[in-house]
Protein backbone atom coordinates (compact mmCIF):
# COMPACT_ATOMS: atom_id res chain seq x y z
CA UNK A 1 0.00 0.00 0.00
CA UNK A 2 1.34 3.21 -1.14
CA UNK A 3 1.49 6.19 1.66
CA UNK A 4 -1.18 8.56 0.31
CA UNK A 5 -0.99 12.68 0.81
CA UNK A 6 -3.05 13.65 3.95
CA UNK A 7 -6.59 14.30 3.55
CA UNK A 8 -6.11 13.16 -0.27
CA UNK A 9 -9.70 11.20 -0.45
CA UNK A 10 -11.11 14.81 0.47
CA UNK A 11 -9.26 16.28 -2.05
CA UNK A 12 -11.08 14.42 -5.32
CA UNK A 13 -14.06 13.37 -6.76
CA UNK A 14 -15.32 11.09 -9.56
CA UNK A 15 -15.39 7.78 -10.88
CA UNK A 16 -14.58 5.41 -7.74
CA UNK A 17 -12.74 2.93 -9.85
CA UNK A 18 -9.87 5.68 -11.24
CA UNK A 19 -9.34 6.62 -7.88
CA UNK A 20 -8.69 3.14 -6.51
CA UNK A 21 -6.42 2.68 -9.96
CA UNK A 22 -4.48 5.59 -9.13
CA UNK A 23 -4.19 4.76 -5.11
CA UNK A 24 -3.30 1.14 -6.09
CA UNK A 25 -0.84 1.92 -8.54
CA UNK A 26 0.56 4.22 -6.76
CA UNK A 27 0.50 7.48 -9.42
CA UNK A 28 -0.33 9.12 -6.34
CA UNK A 29 2.81 10.76 -4.63
CA UNK A 30 3.95 13.19 -2.26
CA UNK A 31 6.35 15.75 -2.59
CA UNK A 32 7.39 19.12 -3.93
CA UNK A 33 7.24 18.92 -7.66
CA UNK A 34 7.60 21.17 -10.58
CA UNK A 35 5.41 20.61 -13.16
CA UNK A 36 5.90 20.44 -17.17
CA UNK A 37 4.32 23.84 -17.04
CA UNK A 38 6.51 25.47 -14.85
CA UNK A 39 4.05 25.65 -11.78
CA UNK A 40 4.92 23.51 -8.75
CA UNK A 41 2.93 21.29 -6.16
CA UNK A 42 2.96 18.99 -3.26
CA UNK A 43 0.59 16.57 -4.43
CA UNK A 44 2.22 15.13 -8.23
CA UNK A 45 0.50 12.31 -10.44
CA UNK A 46 2.97 10.11 -11.78
CA UNK A 47 0.87 8.79 -14.51
CA UNK A 48 3.41 6.48 -16.25
CA UNK A 49 2.81 4.40 -13.05
CA UNK A 50 -1.22 3.73 -14.87
CA UNK A 51 0.13 2.14 -17.89
CA UNK A 52 0.01 -1.40 -18.18
CA UNK A 53 3.23 -2.69 -19.96
CA UNK A 54 1.47 -2.17 -23.53
CA UNK A 55 -2.08 -3.80 -22.38
CA UNK A 56 -5.34 -1.81 -22.17
CA UNK A 57 -4.46 1.04 -19.00
CA UNK A 58 -7.16 0.49 -16.55
CA UNK A 59 -9.92 2.91 -16.75
CA UNK A 60 -9.04 3.71 -20.51
CA UNK A 61 -12.41 1.59 -21.19
CA UNK A 62 -14.76 4.30 -18.48
CA UNK A 63 -13.28 7.11 -20.49
CA UNK A 64 -14.53 5.74 -23.65
CA UNK A 65 -17.90 4.97 -22.28
CA UNK A 66 -17.30 9.11 -21.01
CA UNK A 67 -16.91 10.12 -24.30
CA UNK A 68 -19.79 8.64 -26.14
CA UNK A 69 -22.03 9.68 -23.24
CA UNK A 70 -20.46 13.05 -24.08
CA UNK A 71 -21.32 12.78 -27.70
CA UNK A 72 -21.84 9.91 -29.87
CA UNK A 73 -20.48 11.17 -33.07
CA UNK A 74 -16.82 11.90 -31.95
CA UNK A 75 -14.56 10.36 -34.95
CA UNK A 76 -11.10 11.38 -33.84
CA UNK A 77 -9.08 11.39 -30.46
CA UNK A 78 -6.06 14.09 -30.55
CA UNK A 79 -3.68 12.85 -28.28
CA UNK A 80 -0.51 14.79 -27.22
CA UNK A 81 2.70 12.99 -27.44
CA UNK A 82 3.72 10.05 -24.89
CA UNK A 83 1.02 8.55 -22.90
CA UNK A 84 -1.83 11.14 -23.84
CA UNK A 85 -1.28 9.29 -27.61
CA UNK A 86 -1.80 5.89 -25.63
CA UNK A 87 -4.69 6.62 -23.92
CA UNK A 88 -6.42 8.29 -27.40
CA UNK A 89 -5.20 5.46 -29.46
CA UNK A 90 -6.83 2.87 -26.49
CA UNK A 91 -9.94 4.90 -26.03
CA UNK A 92 -10.63 5.16 -29.61
CA UNK A 93 -10.12 1.24 -30.34
CA UNK A 94 -12.74 0.56 -27.28
CA UNK A 95 -15.29 3.48 -28.50
CA UNK A 96 -14.79 1.83 -32.39
CA UNK A 97 -15.56 -1.86 -30.24
CA UNK A 98 -18.86 -0.19 -27.54
CA UNK A 99 -20.67 2.01 -30.40
CA UNK A 100 -19.66 -0.32 -33.77
CA UNK A 101 -18.62 3.37 -35.59
CA UNK A 102 -15.09 4.13 -36.83
CA UNK A 103 -12.99 6.20 -34.20
CA UNK A 104 -9.57 6.99 -34.89
CA UNK A 105 -6.91 8.23 -32.68
CA UNK A 106 -4.16 10.85 -33.56
CA UNK A 107 -0.69 11.82 -31.80
CA UNK A 108 -0.49 15.40 -31.87
CA UNK A 109 2.70 15.96 -30.83
CA UNK A 110 6.66 14.50 -31.42
CA UNK A 111 9.88 15.57 -29.59
CA UNK A 112 12.83 16.03 -32.29
CA UNK A 113 16.45 15.27 -31.98
CA UNK A 114 16.73 17.92 -29.79
CA UNK A 115 13.44 17.26 -27.15
CA UNK A 116 11.65 19.83 -28.49
CA UNK A 117 8.05 19.51 -29.11
CA UNK A 118 6.88 19.37 -32.95
CA UNK A 119 3.15 18.82 -34.33
CA UNK A 120 3.03 15.55 -36.49
CA UNK A 121 1.70 15.74 -39.88
CA UNK A 122 -0.80 13.03 -38.75
CA UNK A 123 -2.93 15.90 -37.88
CA UNK A 124 -4.02 16.57 -41.74
CA UNK A 125 -5.56 13.13 -41.41
CA UNK A 126 -7.92 13.93 -38.48
CA UNK A 127 -12.30 13.94 -39.15
CA UNK A 128 -14.45 16.19 -37.04
CA UNK A 129 -16.17 15.79 -34.35
CA UNK A 130 -12.76 16.22 -32.26
CA UNK A 131 -11.49 15.53 -28.59
CA UNK A 132 -8.31 16.16 -27.74
CA UNK A 133 -7.53 13.66 -24.84
CA UNK A 134 -4.73 13.63 -22.68
CA UNK A 135 -3.92 11.78 -19.10
CA UNK A 136 -3.73 14.86 -17.04
CA UNK A 137 -5.07 18.64 -17.40
CA UNK A 138 -3.50 21.31 -15.05
CA UNK A 139 -3.28 24.64 -17.33
CA UNK A 140 -4.84 23.31 -20.43
CA UNK A 141 -1.60 25.02 -22.41
CA UNK A 142 -1.24 21.59 -24.14
CA UNK A 143 -4.88 21.01 -25.29
CA UNK A 144 -4.92 24.91 -26.67
CA UNK A 145 -1.64 24.27 -28.77
CA UNK A 146 -3.21 21.20 -30.07
CA UNK A 147 -6.18 23.18 -31.10
CA UNK A 148 -4.20 25.86 -32.84
CA UNK A 149 -2.72 23.86 -34.55
CA UNK A 150 -5.41 21.98 -35.86
CA UNK A 151 -5.67 25.73 -37.95
CA UNK A 152 -9.31 25.56 -40.50
CA UNK A 153 -10.60 21.80 -38.17
CA UNK A 154 -10.32 23.84 -34.68
CA UNK A 155 -13.71 24.61 -34.78
CA UNK A 156 -14.14 20.71 -35.16
CA UNK A 157 -13.32 20.15 -31.75
CA UNK A 158 -16.00 19.20 -29.50
CA UNK A 159 -14.47 18.48 -26.20
CA UNK A 160 -10.92 18.21 -23.61
CA UNK A 161 -10.94 15.07 -21.89
CA UNK A 162 -8.41 13.28 -19.02
CA UNK A 163 -8.41 10.66 -16.45
CA UNK A 164 -7.44 13.37 -14.00
CA UNK A 165 -8.65 17.53 -14.17
CA UNK A 166 -6.21 19.05 -11.89
CA UNK A 167 -7.09 22.64 -12.55
CA UNK A 168 -6.78 25.28 -10.44
CA UNK A 169 -9.04 28.30 -10.16
CA UNK A 170 -9.10 30.36 -12.66
CA UNK A 171 -8.03 27.81 -15.86
CA UNK A 172 -11.63 27.88 -17.89
CA UNK A 173 -11.85 26.97 -21.47
CA UNK A 174 -14.69 27.48 -23.97
CA UNK A 175 -14.47 23.72 -24.16
CA UNK A 176 -16.40 21.13 -22.11
CA UNK A 177 -13.52 19.26 -20.30
CA UNK A 178 -14.58 15.57 -19.52
CA UNK A 179 -12.33 13.68 -16.76
CA UNK A 180 -12.96 10.42 -15.03
CA UNK A 181 -11.41 12.05 -11.91
CA UNK A 182 -11.66 16.08 -10.17
CA UNK A 183 -8.68 16.73 -8.02
CA UNK A 184 -8.18 19.57 -5.57
CA UNK A 185 -4.65 19.74 -5.59
CA UNK A 186 -2.17 22.62 -4.34
CA UNK A 187 -0.76 24.38 -7.38
CA UNK A 188 1.09 27.55 -8.06
CA UNK A 189 1.78 29.21 -11.26
CA UNK A 190 5.51 29.56 -12.07
CA UNK A 191 7.36 32.25 -10.08
CA UNK A 192 4.62 32.18 -6.78
CA UNK A 193 6.39 28.69 -5.57
CA UNK A 194 6.05 29.17 -1.23
CA UNK A 195 9.21 27.28 -0.89
CA UNK A 196 11.81 29.06 -3.46
CA UNK A 197 10.33 32.51 -3.63
CA UNK A 198 10.39 34.25 -7.11
CA UNK A 199 12.80 32.27 -8.57
CA UNK A 200 11.90 28.92 -10.90
CA UNK A 201 10.93 25.99 -8.40
CA UNK A 202 14.06 23.98 -7.47
CA UNK A 203 12.59 20.69 -7.70
CA UNK A 204 14.09 18.36 -10.26
CA UNK A 205 12.11 16.05 -12.32
CA UNK A 206 8.86 17.46 -14.03
CA UNK A 207 5.73 15.66 -13.62
CA UNK A 208 1.98 15.83 -14.90
CA UNK A 209 1.47 19.05 -17.49
Not at 65 to 89: C, D, F, M, Q, S
Not at 116 to 130: F, G, M
Request: aromatic share 4%; glycine share 10%; proline share 7%.
Amino acid sequence: MYNLPHGFYSLVEGDDETIAALVNRGVVLSGHRQLSGGGCTDIYLEMANLSNDGHEIPVVRNLAYLLLRHNPEIRTLVGPETLGAVIAKQAAELMCEISGRSVISVAALHKDQGGKLILASELLKIVPPIAIVDDVTTTLNTNRTVEQALGSLRGGVVAYACVVDRRPPGVETDQPTISLVRANFPYWPPGKCPKHGDQLCLATAPADP
